[in-house]
């Protein structure tokens, strides 16, 4: 059974500091993974996915890397805003499954500090 | 957003009642999914859907069905409410294309008393 794990579990910096968040998988016959962004209350929002073929995916300041050998993958972002506060979320999408599922992990809840 | 909503955004019901849940897709996508959020578990796939009247179970399924009798429309039931379902409840849709990225609706938060 495929597991997702996420350290840190909350992560607090100061506005401007570059960051990275960790997901790690357990089985490496993975489709893709999604990063995805849920503020409180509210949906999830898809950030960024990246294909069991490829090394690394950016978006603005977000790039997210896999090294699926080593079941990791890591979110940088850049120049750290007040706005990104929220809790950030890596899911992994079975490729054995066939129903393409996605497992999650428990996410890190990010702050970060005017 | 994918053209997800999900209805209604927020119940309160007794313990025993039976609850349903609507998520409405516009776009006509095939697979949909739902999913539980709480704290200290993350999301976990209820049930999921691959076409009208195709449904399959997913990590945490007991308590649960699900219904598909048009494309636009996935249904989660409750059929008898208890505590321990009180939770956010997720649909997603995979979208098309080589990527299968998953999108999703803005959630139903459901308390049983």
């Known amino acids: 059974k495929q597991e997702v794990t996420q350290i840190p579990a909350a992560l607090s910096v100061p506005e401007g500091e570059n960051l990275v968040l960790n997901c790690s998988f357990t089985d490496s016959a993975i489709y893709n993974l999604q990063w995805f962004r849920q503020d409180p209350g509210k949906g999830l929002t898809s950030l960024l996915l990246?294909?069991?073929?490829?090394r690394e995916q950016t978006s603005g300041r977000l790039n997210a890397s896999l090294d699926k050998s080593s079941g990791r993958s890591t979110l940088y972002i850049a120049a750290s805003q007040p706005g990104d506060s929220a809790t950030y979320l890596c899911?992994?999408?079975?490729?054995?499954?066939?129903?393409?599922?996605?497992?999650f992990g428990k996410g890190t809840k990010l702050s970060v500090i005017p | 957003d994918a053209g997800i909503t999900q209805s209604p955004r927020h119940k309160v019901t007794e313990t025993g009642t039976p609850v349903t849940l609507r998520c409405h897709q516009t776009e006509n996508h095939r697979y949909m999914y739902w999913y539980r959020q709480d704290p200290g578990h993350g999301l976990r796939l209820i049930h999921y859907?691959?076409?009208?009247?195709?449904?399959d179970k997913g990590e945490v399924s007991d308590g649960y069905s699900v219904s598909r009798s048009k494309t636009e429309d996935f249904l989660l039931t409750l059929e008898s409410a208890t505590s321990s379902q009180t939770s956010v409840y997720f649909c997603?849709?995979?979208?098309?294309?080589?990527?299968?990225?998953?999108?999703f609706g803005p959630g139903t938060r459901l308390t049983v008393t």
């Open positions: 990246i294909q069991s073929s490829q």
């Open positions: 899911a992994v999408n079975d490729s054995g499954a066939g129903s393409y599922q996605l497992t």
């Open positions: 997603a849709i995979r979208g098309t294309g080589v990527s299968y990225e998953q999108y």
């Open positions: 859907s691959y076409g009208v009247k195709d449904t």
